[in-house]
């Protein structure tokens, strides 16, 4: 069983107010997964980390996201200006380094509603 | 385009019958994995399988990297094995790459 935590499970916000969103890898998993879950079950990977690193991240999360891992504390995911289309279902995962440690473990989300 | 295309796209069966679920990729891949997500939870891992046939209880997955694809076969299904399962390809550092899922149904 998964124990990455993300909180809060709902979020609902106004279009151009921030939504900032929380996780918790298991722990001894250095790496750690945004990704993107819409109403049309279409996953969109936003960003990864390894330990406080950035390792990819797609031109969106670039712009419009602002996200870290800083040691001994949860990773954030923060929306600068929410948008009606950025709702959504927003789920952190985290895994080790090679081979089958590379099995991504997920939580159970943030579910994210702009009005 | 998808680079994961799954079939089918939903499922019905009785209880106790076989399900298999496909999953092919457009690209070369480095491994995939196989998910299991009720409605409102979370993703479960339910095979992490880069190449060959892997064997949990009554799941067995199968996977040819070098023909892109794999298969999830589910024996005697049982009620509460429905939900929705979604396969993913990893490309290069470890991100995954979705299908849309197949939903099943298994009725009693």
């Known amino acids: 069983n998964s124990k990455v935590i993300q909180t809060p499970r709902y979020l609902v916000k106004g279009q151009g107010q921030k939504a900032k969103m929380r996780c918790i890898p298991e722990k001894g998993h250095p790496v750690v997964f945004w990704y993107q879950q819409n109403k049309n079950n279409e996953f969109k990977f936003l960003i990864n980390?390894?330990?406080?690193?950035?390792?990819?991240q797609i031109d969106m999360t670039e712009k419009r996201f602002s996200a870290e891992c800083p040691s001994n504390s949860p990773c954030s995911l923060e929306i600068q200006s929410s948008e009606a289309g950025d709702s959504a279902l927003y789920l952190c995962a985290s895994s080790g380094t090679g081979g089958s440690q590379n099995t991504l473990y997920f939580g159970a989300g943030t579910r994210l509603s702009v009005l | 385009g998808q680079q994961v295309q799954q079939s089918p796209t939903s499922l019905v069966l009785q209880e106790g019958e076989n399900a298999e679920l496909q999953c092919n990729f457009s690209?070369?891949?480095?491994?995939m994995q196989w998910f299991y997500q009720r409605p409102g939870g979370s993703l479960i891992s339910v095979f992490y399988n880069p190449s060959g046939t892997k064997q949990s209880g009554r799941l067995t997955s199968t996977t040819v990297i070098k023909e892109r694809r794999s298969s999830l076969h589910i024996s005697s299904s049982q009620i509460t094995d429905s939900g929705t399962y979604l396969c993913?390809?990893?490309?290069?550092?470890?991100?995954?790459?979705f299908g849309s899922g197949t939903k099943l149904t298994v009725e009693p």
């Open positions: 690209t070369s891949l480095n491994s």
């Open positions: 980390f390894q330990n406080q690193e950035v390792l990819q």
């Open positions: 993913a390809m990893e490309r290069g550092y470890n991100v995954l790459y």
